[in-house]
């Protein structure tokens, strides 16, 4: 029974996650409100699962967690009252769409953090990933290469098609290079901890990440590749007491360094035939300009702050959604602190720096001969690599990402908890 238990946590869990990546929201047809397809599809399936548990783990980091989610319940109304009373915001129904997301977050990550209560969860993880990679570079190149456009179409923009920037199956090129990112982190750490024969993934994950032409994630994971995690490595591997590093961390800056003349020296290929990604680097080096992209969100920014030095109310709480002042925020910053002023900006990034808090602790209680640290290196890698990916936009409030992005919390909290509450051996 116990393993037919298991057989079925682990279909329903691959099952939700090909369907939060993969279900079409037929966009040609529906546009973006065929978002509600994927997001209104995983609650209702999410409440399925999580009416079936049985008794949940009440350890405080759960419900730390479930309360830091949980208040955007009273966030919301509360910024939307000020809004409208303070903030001269007209109501739109589009803005109380907004009360899906803390729960559509709070199920996946009860829901998450349930499923890898189970010690033999993390090694199955693993493989659906590998699976998500690979079916998520078939759809990319089907993008690319224009095998099939009506497989496109069902995800994404007809322009996006027709320049060749890759976002299939995501709606966005930016948030399909975001999405690559974890890959990319994640393969390396695997070439470096694992096998040599991680370095193929590594390297159609770099191609991957690259083909959709994002220059804000160009940037983020530049900082996340060459200063994040040497520096990462470095905290975790370097012995004081004996003045020393591991042989793995010494292996990695070898390779760190013929990665970084790699770029260098593939700086003119780039610059030749993927113009879109690093012209604007030119002209920003060239003639100080910093492009129509940067400059929406300095002006998102600066009309934010405008509205709260006006009233401390806004500055606080923010203006609610108000899709009809801004419906599309670009940033994860202009994002929070407009509508949700310094409250909800400081909500979201405590969950955030709480987490990477946690996964530090969890890789110094983990050895590296353990097949579980690279995924949790890679983790802790792209955590701290997301308020700089998220400069230009707010990913983890998009639809796909969001469902990854609390699945990987719920990870994290579920193996901290197992780490130092109730020790479970890997």
Known sequence: MIVKSEKINNISFSFLMIYAIFMPSFFSTFGRSGS???????????LVCVLKFDVLEGSKVFITY????LSFFIVIPISMFIGVVFGGIELNIRDFYEFYRPLLYFLTFLYSYRFFISKKNTQFFECL?????????????????GFIDSISEKYTKTLNIDSFRVSTPFVNPYDYAFFMSFFVLYYFVKFIYSS?????????????????????VAVGFLIAAFIVMPLVIAYLSFNLKRFSISNKAFLYYFLFVLLLLSFVFSIPYLMENFRYLTGQFVRLIEQGDIGRSAGIRVQQFVFALGKASDNALILFFGNGPAKNEMQFVESIYNFLFYRYGLVGFSLYFFTLFLTIYFSVNLLKNTSEKNSSYPLHLAILIWLISIPFLSIGNNFTEQVRLSYFYYVIIGFVVSSYYKSFFIKVDE
């Open 66 to 69: 479930s309360l830091l989610i």
């Open 36 to 46: 509600f397809i994927i997001n209104g599809g995983l609650i209702f399936l999410l």
């Open 196 to 216: 040599i024969y991680y370095f193929f993934l590594f390297l159609v994950s770099i191609v991957m990440m690259i083909l959709p032409q994002s220059r804000s």
């Open 129 to 145: 990933l590998a699976v998500v990679f690979i079916i998520s570079t078939v759809f990319g190149v089907n993008h690319y290469l």
